[in-house]
Structures are given as C-alpha cells and as structure tokens.
C-alpha cells in the first residue's frame, strides 16, 4: 500500500477506473491535519520532535461493511479518500487480486523505475579517490 | 493608562492594495508560480520549511511569493498557518540509516563504507557569477553510473561498534517527549527540547553561535563525521485504522558531528558528538545545529560553561525568528502614549537641572 502515497491522486483515479471499484459510503470526509515528525537524538537515540508536516485522511465503507482508511502527506483530499478506497479493496477476495495487478503494480513499477534512474543520477557522483605516485628515490 | 486611538483605516486599506501591486511588480513580467518557485527556489522552499517547523512545499513556495521573497516573512506565515490544523498525531521516528541518499559525505573515514556521494552541491563550484542562467538554461541530463549495493552506515555506528564515540542517549518510556509548541520552553531544557528548539532556529543565528565556538567561543573540535542528505519514510500509526500507515517520504539533511574526547576515571576516552537534523536540503543550518547541540551539552559533559553558544537560556531564548521578529519590529507600532510620558519627564528632568546649574551659579557668586 506504500506505493499508493508515492503516487499522484490523478494516476490512481485514472488505474482505479479500470476494475469499476464499488461505490463507497464515506466513514470520514477527508480532512487535513497535521503530523508531528519525530527524528532521534544521533540518529539512534530518544525521539524527539522535529517539526509537523501536512497530512490528510480518509475513511470509507463498502456495502459489505469493510473499512478502508487512508493517510498521505500533503492536503490532496481525493487522494485521502483513493486511498481508504483500495484500503477497503485490498481486504476484498474478489478484488485484492485485481486491485494488485491493475493498479499497484503499474504504479509500483513506474516508481521502481524513476527510483533507478535518480538512484544512477546519484551513483555518478560517488568519488573515487587515486593515489598520485611520489618519485621518491 | 491606554487610550484607545481609532483611524488609519482608509491608510490601511490603500497600503494594503499598493502592497499587492508592488508584490506584482511590473505586469509586463510573467508571474512566478509556485512550482516555479517550489522546483527553481527549492533551498528558499526548504528554509522556509525548516523555521517554519512545517513540512508542505507547496505552503511554503505560496507563503514565499505572499512574503515577496522575505523568507522570515514567509516563516511567519506558515507558522500562522499551522496553528489552524488539528494535530493527528505523532509520526514513528525516521530512521536516517534507511534513507534513500542524494548526498552522504565524511570528513574524517576518505574510504567510508558506501563512499562518498556528492550529489547536488555548490561544494567545488568556483562562485563565478553565471550569465548563461540569464539566457534561459536547458542543462545537460545527469550523468548515470551503476548504482551500488553497498551498505551505508552511519559513521558513527561504525565509530560506536569499537566504542570509540559515545552512544546515543536512550529513550526514558516514563518520560514523555517534550513539545515546545504545547508547553512554554522552561530551563533547563532537556536534550529532546534543545533539539526541538535547534531544528526550528534560524538559520543565520545559529550559524553565528556555530562560528563562534569554532574561533575558540567554548571550542569542541568538531570533525563533520557524516553529512546525509536523502528521503525517508513517514509511518504514523493511525487510531482508526489500528496500525502503522505509511504516509510518504519527506527530504532530510542529517549532520553527525564528531568532537572533542573526554574520558574519565571510571570511563575510557571517546569522541562526544552534536547532532543535526532539518527538512530538506540544508546542510549549512544541520552543520550549524549539530556545533550548537555539542556546545549546550557543556554542562552535561562537566566542561566550563563560559561562552554564549553554552549558555541554553541565552541560545533558545534567542533562536526563533518568528519571535525576534514580533519583539524587534512591535517597536514601529504606535508607541505614542509611552512616548510622551517619557518626553514629560526629560523636560522636567531638564528644567530641574537646570534650575539647580542657576541656583549654584548663584551659591557659586555670592561665596566669591
């Protein structure tokens, strides 16, 4: 489900489309709030507090009962509610396969592949260091 | 006693709207917008983050382009915002070591496991003036190379596996982790507070007291042990849902500085360390809070507390822009009453003193 933050409200709307989801009562209308982040002392130590970041989240109902919920950073209120959607999806037999195949694993594999090539962008920066011979004799 | 003085509306008004036009500028020229300011202006983007203790980059650029570029202006307007949005919660605490790095730089291992990475850095530019920029830039791509599966260890996780640097303090489950923005900074603050305090500290401030134990202010000789510069993961557990829901990735820059030893009877040697930790790319203001942080621990490490940089009260008293700001600049509100209170009592002050100079000239007369 990581993937689904990474991704735009619009590309998941656009892949969702494609296995008809069922329509969803709205458990909680999105609503944006914040988010304390926490870093540690030393990078290994006590929490402390850092400082917040923006977050908004959803929560939906399928006719069945089953409940999806959705957070993401940023204030994008339709993809709160995208999100609590295939959250709901996910825990359904008959559409967890599809969700997976249709949606998560397109989006999966278009941030692998944006991932790879950042990743190669900053891997040519790495220094390799030489040693200049001394004519010492 | 106050008087209340009513008026200046229309002035307001007018000001206001000359504001606007100025913020503008000549219409002539195409208007920013704000992914123009949030990819082109990114480092000013990540600032404004940083003091304004909040991460949104698109709230920061518009908070940028509101403020005319005045970047504590800008700070101000995001703290403002914050204030209107309910806290969820508290994320799980990133964990540095997982960060996928765009930068990850040591100044004291040459061969540190996983190497040196560069990244998008001013470091080794020749800080020549760039006309081409003027001429509307289309840059090469980036060059690419394999990328490498090494691992990447903090510098001080290698340093702390042979115990040669101090460990990190441990959380207390009892105690609760402090919040300055819930409870009012009290002294001595502890290490969670100090931090808090650093992170959102400006930028300029910081960097003074930094500089200042540098040319021996409370000196710590401090080695940048390890810079990293990358995105981590966000998960938060969320009441309703009952669990730990990922949220994102945001852009940290972490600075782990390496300083002075200091043993003990009891303890053998090791390096003491400062830590700094801030959103985005920025590196100058992580590197100033790490000097700061090893610096307030003087106390805690039994050194002499002598230099201002030591002192906490003065240091976290004094880091905040947004508060700075509100004392410095309340001076230009009308202070009128005050004034004129304080005018009486020079020119009383005044014919006092001089009455007195008469009356010894004339004491000064009549003995002679």
Request: proline share 5%; hydrophobic share 40%; charged share 25%.
């Amino acid at each position: 489900m990581a993937v689904l933050v990474h991704a735009a409200s619009d590309q998941i709307a656009a892949l969702l489309a494609e296995i008809a989801p069922p329509s969803a009562e709205t458990l909680r209308e999105p609503e944006a709030g914040l988010v304390m982040v926490r870093g540690r002392i030393g990078g290994d130590g006590a929490p402390f507090n850092l400082g917040e970041a923006t977050v908004t989240r959803a929560a939906v109902r399928l006719a069945d009962g089953t409940c999806g919920f959705g957070y993401t950073l940023g204030r994008d209120r339709d993809k709160a509610r995208l999100i609590a959607l295939c959250d709901a999806l996910v825990q359904r037999d008959d559409y967890a396969p599809a969700l997976e195949t249709k949606v998560l694993a397109p989006l999966r594999d278009a941030q692998q592949t944006e991932r790879q090539q950042h990743a190669e962008q900053i891997a040519a920066t790495k220094v390799d260091f030489y040693t200049l011979v001394r004519g010492e004799d | 006693m106050y008087v209340a003085v009513k008026g200046g509306e229309r002035a307001i008004d007018n000001a206001h709207r000359l504001l606007a036009d100025r913020r503008r500028g000549d219409r002539t020229v195409p208007e920013l917008s704000l992914a123009q300011i949030s990819e082109q202006l990114a480092l000013g983007v990540d600032r404004v983050m940083v003091e304004g203790s909040l991460y949104d980059r698109e709230l920061a650029a518009l908070a940028i382009k509101q403020a005319r570029g005045d970047l504590i202006e800008a700070i101000f307007l995001l703290r403002a915002f914050r204030a209107t949005l309910p806290r969820f919660g508290a994320t799980e605490p990133l964990d540095t070591a997982a960060m996928q790095v765009q930068r990850r730089i040591s100044s004291t291992f040459k061969d540190v496991p996983g190497g040196q990475i560069l990244g998008p850095t001013f470091d080794y530019t020749h800080r020549l003036l760039d006309p081409q920029l003027d001429l509307g830039s289309d840059p090469e791509l980036p060059e690419r190379a394999p990328v490498s599966s090494e691992d990447m260890p903090r510098v001080t996780d290698i340093l702390g596996r042979d115990g040669l640097i101090e460990a990190s303090p441990q959380a207390d489950a009892e105690v609760p982790v402090g919040d300055l923005t819930r409870e009012p900074l009290s002294f001595p603050a502890d290490r969670d507070l100090r931090l808090q305090n650093l992170a959102r500290g400006d930028e300029g401030f910081l960097l003074a007291l930094g500089y200042s134990t540098q040319r021996g202010y409370g000196r710590s000789h401090p080695f940048a042990g390890e810079i990293r510069f990358g995105e981590v993961e966000l998960e938060f557990v969320a009441e309703d849902a009952g669990f730990a829901v990922p949220l994102g990735t945001i852009a940290v820059t972490e600075c782990q500085m390496v300083n002075q030893f200091k043993g003990s009877a009891t303890q053998p040697p090791c390096f003491t360390r400062g830590y700094g930790l801030a959103f985005g790319q920025s590196e100058r203001k992580t590197m100033a809070m790490a000097l700061v942080d090893r610096a307030l621990r003087a106390r805690e490490l039994g050194e002499d507390a002598l230099a201002p940089a030591q002192d906490e009260e003065f240091v976290l008293s004094h880091s905040d822009n947004v508060q700075a700001t509100g004392f410095v600049e309340h001076l230009k509100l009308p202070h009128y009453v005050d004034f004129q209170s304080e005018l009486g009592l020079l020119r009383r002050l005044r014919e006092e003193f001089e009455q007195d100079a008469g009356n010894n000239g004339a004491m000064q007369e009549a003995a002679e």
